[in-house]
């Protein structure tokens, strides 16, 4: 295994309120932040709170991702849906493209897609959902996905660029697959240090069975997923942050 082979970067779910509703700190945690996956109205967000959130990432020199997901508001995008793939291509192209509609407006370039919430896991899982909803995606756009799973393995039948990402503040089952809460949970400061040590020194992350789970990252860019509807997420990222800037330093140092 060992560390991993490019410098880390951390992204964050953002723009995931609704209307008078807020969901997450977003003003605290973009400074700590180089990627942004902005929610796209499906699964949360509005036109306005789109239009804000990148306005607020431009001002940030944050990059911007769409975060396209299930159509479930008031599950979060957190239920599993059964969708034809003329259906997950084409709620796909439609959230980009509204995100896209935004970022034209500021003059700011679409940086990556990431799926949202179980939608990603059902990605992971099943190969024809995986490339349903790439086939949404813009030419030569990278695809933000788990290493390893079909999601991976569309990205390169499709030619789609492909980033692996970590979770900080999700759990992971012995097959490497992600526990995905409806509702997260806290995490302890020492706890999120210690999983972000392992994931980037080790390329290897430790199982909800006690288990230790190979990455699979091979030479892929990296990104370190926190998620701002976690509680007490100002902390998860800041201890995140320290992690990877000090590895950043050690490991590609300028």
Known sequence: MGPLKQKAKINVDLGEAYGNWVCGPDEELLPMIDE?????GFHASDPVIMMQTVSACKASNVDIGAHPGLPDLQGFGRRE??????ELTAMTVYQVGALQGFLACENVPLHHVKPHGVLYGMMCRDYEVAKAVMLGIPKGIPVYGLSGTNMEKAALDLKIPFIAELYVDVKYNSDGM???DRKKKPW???DITKKVTQQLEESSVE???GGTHDLNLKDYQTSICCHSDSPGCVEIVTAARKVVDQFNKKH???
């Open 36 to 40: 942004a996956n902005v929610a796209c």
């Open 81 to 86: 849906m059964k969708l034809t793939p003329e």
């Open 178 to 180: 992600l526990v995905i």
């Open 188 to 190: 302890k400061t020492e």
């Open 207 to 209: 199982t909800v069975d």
């Open 252 to 254: 590609f140092p300028d």
